[in-house]
């Protein structure tokens, strides 16, 4: 969390104390929970145990940092470790089941001279999709939701009465609601109550939308401003689809459009802060007549909600913005700058 941002009521990230060892067998056993449970941990331990690591490495910088770490090279290590000791473990199985012996050899065979090196691969892939389908019963016990985030990250279905807490943390506390959403994003798969917590909020509040949103960019939020705007329903069925190859990109978008929906307060300021939020991603990549076009864009959308709170700051705040980018000379600045207002 940045400094001067708001802390969570509880947090569901971990709290490590010392670094994995490669000759602790404990560690294994830590390292397997992580992977089934809580992978996002992994990253924690990264950032925790390497500071410096980019986002979004280099081939160059991930081995430059293999060499200078002793702990990322530990890391490493014992995940490769993992790989014959979880092929050990489910050929136990295999055996005890019943599967006859010359199958078990020849599987045995390929994951030990790495002949069939998707052998090892296919199996973690089998034991992760077991214990992920084994979630399902459990689903029911995973209550209050706090102790059901911590002890599992990975679990996929909304977690009885977690929207309904996140939106009284939001009515409690904004900054604080917001922060708690955060963790839930960052170390759980719990996005559908969150983005509901979110948007019923936003919805009831529609007076405040431009508050909401910029709050939401000082956590690193944006995804959620899109989310406030472009249905759920329609993202996760174009997904779906789209994965699977079947259905034509012009009957898939016309079946579930992904357009800004505009037809409430809330709605549309998210879609004007929708295109800003796009802008930022790709400003480095657009050109300078790209970006007053797209503050326009913006801006239509936020007159459309001007009766809601800050919308007249807001539309001054780009308006400007927009005007002096398509400025030519010194005295057209001055000029622009010598205006108390711009007219909504």
Known sequence: MRPGLADPPYKLGPEFKRALSLWNPLDYLRLLYWVFFHPQWIREYVKWRAPEYPQNPLPSETWALLKGNKHIRSLTAQAFLLIPLLAAAM????????????????????????????????????????????????????YPPPLAAKFDGLIWLPLPGLQRSLVKALDENKPAGIALCKEYLDFTMQ???????????????????????????????????????????????????????????????????????????????????????????????????????????????????????????????????????????ALNIAALFSRSALPL
């Not at 199958?103 to 090892?120: E, S």
């Not at 879609?271 to 007053?292: C, E, I, M, Q």
């Open 91 to 142: 050929l136990m199985i295999l055996s005890a089941v019943g599967v006859p012996t010359d199958i078990i050899k020849g599987v045995a065979f390929g994951v030990a001279f790495g002949v069939a090196g998707g052998v090892a691969f296919g199996l973690l892939f089998l034991l992760s999709f077991g214990l992920a389908q084994l979630r399902i019963p459990l689903y029911l016990f995973y």
């Open 191 to 329: 996005f559908i109550p969150v983005e509901g917590a979110v948007n019923r909020v936003m919805k009831e509040d529609a007076a405040g939308a431009h508050s909401w949103c910029r709050l939401l960019l000082q956590y690193d939020l944006d995804g959620l401003i899109h989310s406030g705007t472009v249905s759920l329903r329609n993202r996760l069925w174009d997904q779906f689809y789209y994965g699977l190859l079947v259905i034509p990109n012009g009957k898939r978008r016309k079946w579930f459009p992904l357009t800004p929906r505009t037809d409430t307060p809330d709605r549309t300021v998210c879609a004007g802060f929708n295109v800003l939020r796009s802008t930022g991603r790709l400003g480095f990549k657009l050109g300078r007549d790209d970006v007053p076009e797209a503050l326009d864009s913006a801006l239509n959308y936020f007159r459309q909600a001007s009766q809601v709170n800050h919308a007249y700051e807001t539309i001054n705040a780009y308006a400007l913005l927009r005007d002096s980018l398509v400025c030519k000379t």
